[in-house]
């Protein structure tokens, strides 16, 4: 089955720094994908990479089986939405569906029209005219009516209210559903990527902290409580990423693909908030790098 994205020692440097170093992924088609990291973790730069906007400086990174930005048929298959929603504030909501028309292929008119309708646009309105939700929706829509087989945006939502961050999810997901299209999606918001996705991507300092199906991480990072204890005791197969400890108790958040059996610990599953922020905040090793513990599956 083809990847929707594979990278190998994929990086992104400039000058002297390294805004993605040494990512090796390897997505699924089909997925619905959330990155998630800090600023300047190298998100942006694994998407524009991802849709050829950006040419590699080490590494190599294919996006359904094609190299970003090879040519017209590699373009046709992947939309992107970058962030701010981007169109052009003098152009109408008609004129961007005139314009799509001409510069796509296999552009759906009747499937970009009947979302204007249904969404409520009027077509001669201005972009400039219209409000944040309703310009992320004109730009989803463009995205959607080329057809592609997969969608990359870029922090889609971040400047929404939360009732047209619901809307442009949930028309998101119908889109997923109704066309099978593959989506790769950056955000900080957690709860959205909880609701939306099925697989999951942490960047912290330019490298790759955790990737992997998201009901398989849950499932093999747990919270462990219990009397206090050196996590160096722990068994090998018990990888931890936090500990915490008062006088009598210690608590850690721990990856492992093994059952625990230690009675002595209260054994509690994490949510995906419990799990991205347990990546997030770990403190970097001595050598001044982020340690990454957590296989890429």
């Excluded at 083809?2 to 170093?21: C, D, F, P």
């Excluded at 089909?30 to 973790?41: D, K, R």
């Excluded at 790759?208 to 409580?225: K, N, P, Q, Y």
């Amino acid at each position: 089955m083809t990847a929707l994205l594979r990278a190998r020692g994929l990086g992104k440097r400039y000058r002297r720094r390294w805004a993605l170093s040494d990512c090796t992924l390897d997505v699924p088609a089909g997925s619905v994908v959330g990155l998630v990291g800090p600023n300047a973790a190298g998100k942006s730069t694994l998407l524009n990479l991802a849709v050829g906007t950006l040419t590699p400086t080490a590494g190599e990174i294919e996006v359904l089986g094609g190299r970003p930005g090879s040519g017209a048929a590699q373009l046709a298959r992947v939309g992107f939405v970058a962030q701010a929603s981007p169109v052009y504030p003098r152009l109408s909501v008609a004129d961007h569906l005139r314009l799509g028309a001409r510069l796509n292929p296999g552009w759906d008119d009747a499937l970009a029209r009947d979302r204007i309708r249904r969404l409520g646009l009027d077509a001669n309105s201005r972009a400039s005219a219209l409000s944040g939700g309703q310009r992320a929706q004109l730009a989803l829509t463009l995205g959607l009516a080329k057809r592609p087989a997969a969608l990359v945006l870029d922090e889609p939502v971040a400047s929404l209210d939360p009732l047209a961050r619901r809307a442009f999810l949930q028309d998101l997901m119908e889109a997923v559903a109704e066309h099978g299209l593959s989506v790769l999606m950056s955000s900080h918001l957690i709860s959205d990527l909880e609701r939306t996705c099925d697989h999951l991507v942490v960047l912290i300092g330019a490298q790759v902290a955790v990737a992997g199906d998201i009901e398989h991480l849950l499932a093999t990072h747990h919270r462990l409580s219990g009397p206090r204890r050196d996590p160096a005791t722990l068994p090998a197969n018990q990888h931890v990423l936090s500990a915490s400890h008062t006088e009598r108790q210690s608590t850690l958040l721990v990856r492992t693909e093994q059952p625990i059996h230690d009675p002595s610990w209260t054994v509690t599953p994490l949510n995906l908030e419990d799990l991205v922020l347990a990546y997030l905040s770990r403190p970097p090793a001595e050598d001044g790098s982020r340690r990454v513990l957590a296989a890429v599956r």
